[in-house]
C-alpha cells in the first residue's frame, strides 16, 4: 500500500511539476525537458515515414533541442510537425514569436521549414493561416549554426493561439534543429496606468509588494531575469499586497492587470 502511494505521489509530482503548459506570457520552451514537451506539444507525421520531430541532446553538449531529419541512410521527403499546446495572447502590447535554427551541416544545408500561427489546432487551420514564416536555410546565417529567428503576431491579441513549425519541402539534405522558442510582449509601462492612479512601493521590511489603484486589481505576476514566473496572484480589491519572502533576493519584474491593460515594473527584493 505505502509503494502505492510513494508511486501515485511522485506521479503527480511529474504531471504538475513538470508537464505543466506555457499558456500565459512570457512562454518559454527550451525542449530540455522532454516529459515536459511531450505532454504539452502534439507530433504529426504527415510523410508516414516514421521519423519526426524528435528532442535531441544538440552537439552532444548536453543542451536539448528539436531535430527532424530529411537523410536517415537514404533520402527522405519530409513533412513533420509539432504544435504548441493552447497559449493565451495579451490584448494589448507588441506580441513577438521568437526561436532559433539551424541547418545542422553547412554541406547539407538546404533545408526547408515553416512556422504557422493559427486559432485552431488542425492542419488546415495553420495551412490557410496569414500569419505565418517560411526560409530555406541554404547559405544562410543558419547554415550549420543556430541564428535567430522572430516574427510579429500582434495580430492575434486578445486571442488564443497555436505555434507549428513544419519541416517541409525539402529532400536529401541531412537535419534541421529548433531551439529556445519564446512568446513575448512588450507591456504597457506604469506610467500607461496614470488613469488608474497606480501606485506600486517594496517594504524591504515586511518583504510585501503593496499595488494600489481607483480600479480593482485583476492580477499580478512576478518573472525573474530569466524570465521564469515565480509567482501569480489572482486580485480583486483597489489595494492588494503580496508577500515575496519566499523568493530568492534579486531583480523582478512585476507584470499587473487592470481591467484589459498590463503593465509592469521592477523591483529588487533583498
Not at 507591456?187 to 500607461?192: S, W, Y
Request: hydrophobic share 35%; glycine share 6%.
Amino acid at each position: 500500500m505505502k509503494q502505492i502511494i510513494l508511486f501515485l505521489t511522485i506521479l503527480t509530482f511529474m504531471i504538475t511539476g513538470y508537464g505543466q503548459c506555457h499558456d500565459t506570457l512570457p512562454v518559454t520552451e527550451d525542449f530540455s525537458n522532454t516529459f515536459a514537451v511531450n505532454s504539452c506539444w502534439t507530433y504529426i507525421d504527415a510523410d508516414g515515414d516514421g521519423l519526426g520531430w524528435s528532442i535531441t541532446s544538440m552537439d552532444g553538449s548536453g543542451n536539448k533541442g528539436l531535430k527532424s531529419k530529411s537523410f536517415a541512410g537514404t533520402a527522405l521527403t519530409p513533412d513533420n510537425w509539432i504544435i504548441s499546446n493552447a497559449i493565451n495572447l495579451p490584448s494589448s502590447g507588441s506580441i513577438t514569436l521568437s526561436w532559433k535554427v539551424r541547418a545542422t551541416y553547412w554541406q547539407y544545408d538546404a533545408e526547408n521549414y515553416y512556422v504557422y500561427v493559427a486559432d485552431g489546432n488542425t492542419i488546415s487551420d495553420f495551412s490557410s493561416s496569414s500569419v505565418m514564416f517560411t526560409e530555406n536555410l541554404e547559405g544562410s546565417d543558419a547554415s550549420g549554426v543556430f541564428a535567430n529567428r522572430s516574427l510579429n503576431i500582434s495580430s492575434y491579441s486578445g486571442q488564443s493561439v497555436y505555434i507549428a513549425f513544419r519541416h517541409y519541402n525539402v529532400s536529401d539534405q541531412l537535419e534541421i534543429d529548433i531551439d529556445d522558442f519564446q512568446i513575448t510582449s512588450s507591456t504597457l509601462g506604469i506610467e500607461d496606468f496614470a488613469a488608474f492612479n497606480f501606485k506600486h512601493y517594496y517594504n524591504v521590511k515586511t518583504k510585501d509588494v503593496v499595488l494600489k489603484s481607483d480600479t480593482p486589481l485583476k492580477s499580478v505576476e512576478l518573472y525573474n531575469i530569466l524570465g521564469q514566473q515565480v509567482m501569480h496572484r489572482t486580485l480583486s480589491q483597489t489595494e492588494e499586497t503580496l508577500n515575496v519572502a519566499t523568493i530568492t533576493d534579486g531583480m523582478y519584474i512585476a507584470k499587473v492587470r487592470i481591467d484589459d491593460m498590463v503593465g509592469s515594473f521592477k523591483f529588487i527584493k533583498q
